[in-house]
């Protein structure tokens, strides 16, 4: 069984930056690819960003690209989203997804994730 807790959300300006973690548990995780979501209220979860099993691939959504940075230490078993230049339309409920097998293809779609983080709120004022 694989757990993930994420960390790191809170209240922050427009422009201004967060970094999110997730600490995950669990045999194998550090061979799992590894992605971050979110979700704001009344709308579907999106996808944001994913990583590969060893960090030497990753993809983004369009709307976060060349702002955010996802990577992963595996020695310490944890994911990292960083968020810079911040906007008011990012504020949603960020989750961390682990995939269930080992794998070295990152994957973008949430139905292909097994493994989901409690989330962690992101609210950017203007």
């Known amino acids: 069984q694989v757990q993930l807790v994420e960390s790191g959300g809170g209240l922050v300006q427009a422009g201004g930056s967060l970094r999110l973690s997730c600490a995950a548990s669990?045999?194998?995780?550090?061979?799992?690819?590894m992605g971050w979501f979110r979700q704001a209220p009344g709308k579907e979860r999106d996808f944001v960003a994913a990583?590969?099993?060893?960090?030497?691939?990753?993809y983004y959504a369009d709307s976060v690209k060349g702002r955010f940075t996802i990577s992963r230490d595996n020695a310490k078993n944890t994911v990292y989203l960083q968020m810079n230049s911040l906007e008011p339309e990012d504020t949603a409920v960020y989750y961390c997804?682990?995939?269930?097998?080992?794998?070295?293809?990152?994957?973008?779609?949430?139905?292909?994730?097994?493994?989901w983080g409690q989330g962690t709120q992101v609210t950017v004022s203007p």
């Open positions: 997804a682990a995939g269930g097998r080992v794998t070295p293809v990152v994957l973008t779609t949430p139905r292909l994730y097994d493994y």
């Open positions: 669990g045999r194998a995780v550090s061979m799992y690819p």
């Open positions: 990583v590969s099993w060893r960090g030497g691939s990753t």
